[in-house]
């Protein structure tokens, strides 16, 4: 069966950096792109952008360029995120989602934590 | 950017129809698809997809829920409600980027 499976919660403090991992299973992970979506707690639903998973190629949203990376371990069906020079707005819950066109597939979320 | 608007709650009373409704701020449709999908999202997990290009179930998804809509305005439908339907629902767009999500409808037991 398809799954989306992250890594652990993170806590940190501000300035310093986490990187979180999405590890496809049961599909083609160049078939389909992985999209990144981040939720404050209380709050929505909020799109970050996505990585070509055939190309390597990140599309970022405008909320999301400069602190933000993509990355693919393609031999490994995993994508990444990372995110330097943390802040306190930084803390939420980040999901990876495959996307068909609409996001059919979803990782449990992970959450980031980031308080002095 | 297209904004999707949603009522932010919405009561329902066990066994009745509960229809949540999305407005886009333009067009979210082409000549072929209308790009809109539903969410539900239960407390302290990952949103899951009910509806995908407007009317159509996604898999596993029981039959009591179903979409309409074109254009700028969509509707969700649920009928009849169950207890285990008490959840957070948003709409999401695919029509351009930046993909927007609404802000999400909570579902109460009237």
């Known amino acids: 069966q398809i799954q989306l499976v992250q890594s652990g919660p993170e806590l940190k403090k501000p300035g310093e950096s986490v990187k979180i991992s999405c590890k496809a299973s049961?599909?083609?992970?160049?078939?389909?792109?992985m999209h990144w979506v981040k939720q404050a707690p209380g709050k929505g639903l909020k799109w970050m952008g996505w990585i070509n998973t055939y190309t390597g190629k990140p599309t970022y949203a405008d909320d999301f360029k400069g602190r933000f990376v993509f990355s693919l371990e393609a031999s490994a069906s995993t994508a990444n995120l990372q995110i330097s020079n943390l802040k306190n707005e930084d803390t939420a819950t980040y999901f990876c989602?495959?996307?068909?066109?609409?996001?059919?597939?979803w990782g449990q979320g992970v959450m980031v934590t980031v308080s002095s | 950017d297209i904004v999707l608007t949603q009522s932010p709650a919405l009561a329902v009373s066990l066994g009745q129809r509960a229809t949540i409704s999305c407005r886009a701020s333009q067009s979210v449709s082409t000549s072929s698809y209308n790009l809109m999908h539903w969410y539900q999202q239960k407390p302290g997990q990952q949103p899951k997809l009910l509806i995908y290009?407007?009317?159509n179930l996604a898999s596993s998804i029981p039959a009591r829920f179903s979409g309409s809509g074109s254009g700028t305005d969509f509707t969700l439908t649920i009928n009849p409600v169950q207890a285990d339907d008490i959840a957070t629902y948003y709409c999401q767009q695919s029509r351009e980027l930046p993909l927007t999500f609404g802000s999400g409808t909570k579902l109460e037991i009237k």
């Open positions: 989602a495959r996307y068909n066109l609409y996001f059919d597939y």
């Open positions: 290009d407007a009317s």
């Open positions: 049961g599909y083609t992970f160049t078939d389909y792109a």
